[in-house]
């Protein structure tokens, strides 16, 4: 189970009082993941919040070193927010959720976490829905055989990021288990260098 420190939290004690709430809300032993929301309230997306965030980040570490969660990392941030983070830390972030789908890849953020280990989740990677009717996409799944919602996780898995879908269906749900074939190199050069598959899709201001 993954849950989140809100966006609007930027200090240690606050960081770790949000954690203990969630923690006794939720009734749990241990928490698998916990996450900064965002590397700014969301009420003032893109402002700087260094100095707040490495007050977060010490925070995140004892919570980690408390044994209650098994990993932490940060949600929405860019190479710069993850330097930040990392300069003095101990610990360094384990994951980064970014938003991410074909055409939409943030390759900067990307490749940073990859050089150091940190483990990139793909959120929206279907954009919202936004690239399930993109025709280029579409034209591939065929001939996989699959949906284009498995080739767009599929791309995401291949590129070594964990894709985390989102739906109701149950149907959807079954589908989006089902991605045990391989798109070729050239199909994934391919979608590595298609433009943005859902361009009206809101993009959030990560990416720097
Ligand atoms: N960290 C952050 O700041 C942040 C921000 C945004 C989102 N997220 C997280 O990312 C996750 C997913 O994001 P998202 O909801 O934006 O979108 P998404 O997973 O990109 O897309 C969800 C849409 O795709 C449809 N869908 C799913 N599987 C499908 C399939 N196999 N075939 C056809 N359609 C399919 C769903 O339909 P049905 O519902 O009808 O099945 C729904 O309409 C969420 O859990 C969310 O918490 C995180």
Redesign the pocket.
Known sequence: MTS?LPGETKTYDGTLADFDATFKALDIDYLDLY?V??PWPWSQIGTNHDKENVDVWRAMQEIYKSGRVKAIGV??FNVHDLQNVMQDAEIAPMVD?I?Y?VGFTEPKIADFAKQNNILVEA???????GL?NNEDVAAMAKKYGV????LALRFCIQNGLLP??????AA??E??KELDFTIQDEDMDKLNNMPDTAPSHFH?ATQG
Do not use: D, F
């Not at 959120?123 to 829905?129: D, E, F, R």
């Open positions: 989140k996450l929301h965002a949600s929405n959720q938003q789908y959120y929206s990677p279907l954009a919202t829905g399930l949906s284009v919602a498995q985390l879908p989102k739906a109701t269906s959807h749900i589908a989006n959030n």
